[in-house]
């Protein structure tokens, strides 16, 4: 029986890009479409099979340790980069300032999809949801030098509507426009806590 079940939701690849160096600046630089390895996406410094850990697991391990990559993709619902948009108080709002690396519209939620739901695309890629990507401050910079004043009211905008960050199962070619699908763990919500 399968563990994976195929949703009816489906949506759009509406941007796509990749962050050059992060050493100098978090921005994503716009592309018509992403070659996914299993290693992320090519030209994406933060693809990888492994990374150093960082604030996401400190309460794992110690920082700087290395671990299965598991955030080598970022990705936003076109609906809530609308809504920090209008929060924020932008005319527009670049997904290259938050360094995603794909728009996708349609999706409900997105940003609180369960953790190994899979995204799959027109040509087969696909990718597995890792976790929410929690807002933090380093696009604050980055939108301060592109629309002055609108920076530091990221946080709370973004809070919840900041995606989810996701690594590569299946190697493929992502473009602008393709159709993304939804799969989801067929299981019962967590009660533990």
């Not at 160096?21 to 090519?42: I, K, N, Q, V, Y």
């Not at 933090?136 to 905008?157: K, W």
């Amino acid at each position: 029986m399968p563990a994976l079940k195929a949703t009816l939701i489906s949506g759009h690849v509406t941007w796509v890009g990749v962050v050059p160096a992060r050493d100098l600046t978090l921005s994503s630089c716009p592309r018509d479409r992403l070659h996914l390895t299993f290693a992320g996406p090519e030209g994406e410094d933060h693809a990888g099979l492994t990374r150093p850990s960082c604030l996401r697991v400190t309460a794992q391990y110690e920082p700087g340790t290395e671990i299965r990559n598991t955030r080598q993709l970022s990705i936003v619902s076109a609906e809530d980069l609308e809504a920090i948009r209008r929060k924020v108080g932008t005319e527009f709002f670049d997904p290259g300032w938050i360094g995603a690396t794909m728009v996708v519209s349609g999706i409900p939620d997105l940003t609180f999809l369960p953790p190994s739901s899979r995204l799959q695309f027109e040509d087969g890629a696909t990718i597995t949801v890792d976790m929410e990507n929690r807002a933090c401050t380093l696009p604050v910079q980055v939108i301060e030098a592109d629309a002055p004043g609108h920076g530091r009211t990221f946080m709370a905008a973004a809070r919840g509507r900041r995606g989810v960050t996701a690594w590569v199962e299946r190697e493929g070619i992502v473009r602008i426009g393709d159709e993304v699908r939804l799969h989801v763990p067929d299981q019962r919500t967590w009660r533990g806590h």
